[in-house]
């Protein structure tokens, strides 16, 4: 482990990535403290250029509402619904991918063909129509993203599985009369994380531009405002007042290349064969 | 050992047979699970059609709604109104949309020609793009190009494309005036065969770019992690050995090789790039199936949106097989199974 931690920090994407999310973690927990009126307030006069006025360092939008704390409570939301929908798609995809790749057969070419039916549908798309069939709301656009995000670790981790299984080790834990469920978890899942924990960081990224493109739609949860919601909104107004689009969209660029450069050190740190390679 | 060649050949073809067979059984299964889904979607759905007609006509006689759930089959039990539904998908009868007032599948066969331009510009550009930057950054592997290329891919692949669309909205039409900033083509002027070409082709350029730019971060990483990978087998030393130009070392014998996975993404890639478009059609006004779908969102209308769901798999389903053959046919060393 703190060899695994040397090596992450020995990577410099991995520490950009890790320092970029630290601080949007560190906004999201301060929004409550810092801008306590919340993103809604009104707090000026509408359309206050970045620098404009004290106090307003990034301005206010056409309702005179600060873009400071818009940032602020959006990264909660955006961050949120990034993280939960990512940890529903591992539940749902390691537990498909796990039956099977560790049991085979017919159960394995059920689970696949359905995987593949998911795989086919187009993601966005279907993410847009459960989103309107069930209402948007921060819950059922977690419930959509995690519905086109499982089919990716389901496949990783059936592939994993199914090398892992043939393993003498595994062979040997039969031998002394293991269960099947404890066997898929307390001996080939641990061995099967690391590739996992790559795609979580890049899943989490593609859950976060998947949010700001549905909010961006319209079809954001109406009672919270995350960044999405933010560069949707200001769009009719962006030929005068480009900032309102340009700050919430450097907010998600850099949330989400922090966490495609996290994976990126990840996947360099975790791997150890390619290390030794070096 | 001619005969032994003809069998060889005849044993490919039967191969080739059996192979397309099994991809179209296998097409159908997935087709099936798609239409299960979709069935289970419906479901899940507050109200049934019955009561979005009555909403329309403005009636909340109980009787009346009876008598149209009767009418729509609505009170049959749920595997029976499921074969009902399959048969009319299978007849291509996607409903009526009630927010145009049409059949639904007129409205997306109206917007088809219209997305296809759109994507196959844009997964064109991506793929050439892509290539040639691919390419020139493992041929500088650790000098400045890569890491240019390197960056820049990171960053396009982190760009929401709605938020490119509107940059460059921003730039080639509120400031520069160069591009005209929505629609396919310019309605009132009266137009020859090749001046509708030219302004097509004007209104095309940056829609087809903001779609692109997410592939071709993708396309160059691949490209790159393939041709590091080619640029070190022997083949390429011998080439290298023999003397041969630099360029022609990479261009001629690794670049060609290294195309080839690029091929199998190109089919991977259909879904996202049906829902990259419905952000791009949106923010430009592109008159296509993403549009369409922008709309039958705005207006609930859930048979338009259904329909859009169903017609997009179909499409994805007939580009896997089309990719699949297609590659067998580049790579003949590929054995079929």
Redesign the interface.
């Known amino acids: 482990m703190a060899e695994f931690i040397g090596r992450l920090f020995r990577s410099p994407s991995a520490v950009i990535g890790l320092f970029i999310l630290l601080a949007v973690a560190a906004i999201a927990v301060a929004a409550p403290l810092l801008y306590p009126a919340g993103p809604w307030a009104m707090v000026g006069q509408p359309m206050q250029w970045p620098g404009q006025v004290a106090g307003l360092p990034l301005g206010t939008d056409a309702l005179g509402r600060d873009i400071m704390a818009g940032i602020f409570h959006g990264a909660r939301i955006s961050l949120l619904i990034g993280l939960a929908a990512t940890a529903a798609a591992l539940c749902i995809g390691v537990a498909v991918g796990a039956v099977a790749g560790f049991f085979g057969g017919w159960v394995d070419d059920v689970l696949m ?2 995987t ?11 993410a ?3 989103v ?4 948007p709301s921060v819950s059922t656009i977690i419930l959509a993203i995690a519905a086109i995000s499982w089919p990716a670790i389901a496949r990783l981790v059936r592939a994993e599985f199914l090398r892992l299984r043939e393993m003498d080790f595994v062979a040997s834990c039969r031998l002394i009369g293991m269960g099947n469920t404890r066997i898929i978890l307390t001996q080939i899942l641990p061995n099967a994380l690391p590739p996992i924990i790559v795609t979580a960081s890049i899943l989490t ?1 593609t859950a976060i ?1 998947t949010e ?2 549905l909010s ?4 954001g949860d109406p009672n919270v405002i995350s960044w ?1 919601t933010m ?1 949707g909104m200001g ?1 009719s107004d ?2 005068a007042a ?1 900032y309102l ?2 700050i919430p ?1 450097m907010a ?3 949330t ?2 922090a966490l ?2 996290l994976g990126d050190g990840l996947n360099d740190a975790l791997n150890t064969r390619l290390h030794r390679r070096k | 050992m001619s005969t032994g060649l003809t069998t060889g050949a005849t044993g490919a073809r039967r191969r080739r047979g059996r192979y397309l067979l099994r991809r179209l059984g296998q097409s159908a299964i997935v087709l099936g699970i798609v239409l299960l889904l979709q069935f289970t979607l419906i479901h899940l759905a507050p109200g049934d059609i019955a009561d979005v007609i009555a909403g329309d006509v403005q009636s909340d006689d109980p009787e009346f709604i009876i008598q149209l759930r009767r009418d729509l089959g609505l009170d049959q039990p749920l595997p029976i109104q499921f074969a009902f539904y399959v048969g009319r998908l299978l007849t291509l009868d996607l409903g009526t949309s009630h927010a145009f007032n049409m059949p639904v599948l007129t409205l997306i066969l109206d917007r088809l020609p219209a997305t296809l331009l759109l994507m196959f510009s844009a997964i064109a550009l991506a793929f050439v793009a892509g290539a040639a930057l691919g390419t020139i950054a493992a041929a500088f592997r650790g000098r400045w190009p890569d890491v240019l290329v390197t960056i820049s891919a990171l960053l396009f692949y982190a760009t929401p494309v709605f938020l490119v669309g509107i940059g460059l909205i921003l730039i080639f039409t509120v400031w520069l005036r160069w591009l005209p900033m929505s629609g396919m083509y310019v309605t009132w002027v009266q137009h020859t065969w090749w001046s509708l070409a030219v302004d097509i082709a004007r209104h095309l350029i940056m829609p087809a770019v903001s779609l692109s730019l997410f592939f071709v971060a993708i396309y160059t990483r691949l490209m790159r992690a393939t041709m590091l990978e080619v640029l070190s087998q022997d083949y390429v030393r011998t080439a290298w050995a023999k003397g041969l130009s630099p360029s022609r070392v990479v261009l001629r014998h690794a670049a060609r090789n290294a195309l080839l996975p690029m091929v199998t993404m190109l089919g991977l890639q259909v879904g996202s790039l049906l829902g990259g478009a419905v952000l791009v059609e949106t923010v430009f006004g592109w008159p296509g199936i993403g549009r369409l779908a922008f709309e039958a969102v705005f207006r609930r209308d859930v048979p338009l949106v259904l329909g859009i769901l169903f017609f997009s798999s179909v499409l994805v389903l007939m580009v896997n097989l089309l990719v699949d053959l297609l590659y067998t046919r580049l790579d003949p060393r590929i054995v079929l199974r």
């Not at chain 1, 593949?116 to 279907?126: C, G, H, K, S, W």
């Open positions: 063909r359905i593949d039916a998911f795989q086919t549908i187009p993601p966005f798309i279907l847009i129509v459960i309107v069939i069930v209402n990224a531009l700001a493109g961006f739609l319209g079809l999405g560069i769009r962006f030929r480009w689009v340009a969209g998600v660029v850099l989400v290349l495609n450069l």
